[in-house]
């Protein structure tokens, strides 16, 4: 994807792929810090493709230094391969976890948003949601008057719109050169 030549900041979905290698967070974070850039959300997981890891940066900025940061994310001999997408490209969610005290409306809630219980005690409900960042920072504000003892989300995680993911299609590429070059070495 080649991003507008755009001075304003929105945000960007990067998504990076490497095998599981160990400091390598550390060194893609200091790309980030180096650039001053804050990295809104952050999450690490095995990808579709065995061995190769997949890293989901949300980050908020001019769409020329994103470009900048992911090129030289890509110079990192670990990484594979590096993309960058604007949020209506990619499915993104995040998982919330709230721990609030026991009461006649939190189960009403429950109800209405159909939200996971993971843990019910004397004193509290644990329960879980799943959604857009909006959505569960929505629920936390619906739940603050009835007591929210402990509240965590995770970052977002995100697929790809198209039906393959782009790292299919690099490595393919990949291949296809290798065995060219083999070709052309015999």
Do not use: W
């Amino acid at each position: 994807m080649v991003l507008q030549n755009n001075k304003e900041k929105k945000e960007f979905v990067i998504t990076v792929f490497s095998e599981n290698k160990v400091g390598l967070l550390g060194q893609i974070t200091s790309i980030f810090t180096y650039h001053d850039v804050n990295i809104e959300s952050l999450t690490t997981s095995e990808s579709a493709i065995a061995g190769i890891h997949k890293f989901t940066i949300v980050v908020c900025e001019n769409p020329d230094k994103v470009e900048r940061m992911v090129k030289q994310v890509e110079k990192r001999v670990d990484i594979l391969k590096a993309f960058v997408y604007e949020p209506e490209d990619v499915v993104m969610q995040e998982i919330a976890l709230y721990k609030v005290a026991l009461h006649k409306n939190v189960e009403q809630l429950v109800r209405q948003y159909q939200l996971r219980i993971l843990e019910i005690s004397d004193d509290y409900i644990v329960i879980e949601k799943t959604g857009h960042k909006n959505e569960t920072a929505a629920l936390f504000e619906e739940l603050k008057p009835y007591g929210v003892y402990q509240f965590v989300r995770s970052g977002q995680i995100a697929v790809v719109k198209s039906r393959r993911e782009l790292l299919d299609e690099y490595l393919q590429q990949m291949n296809e050169l290798k065995a060219k070059l083999e070709a052309n070495n015999k």
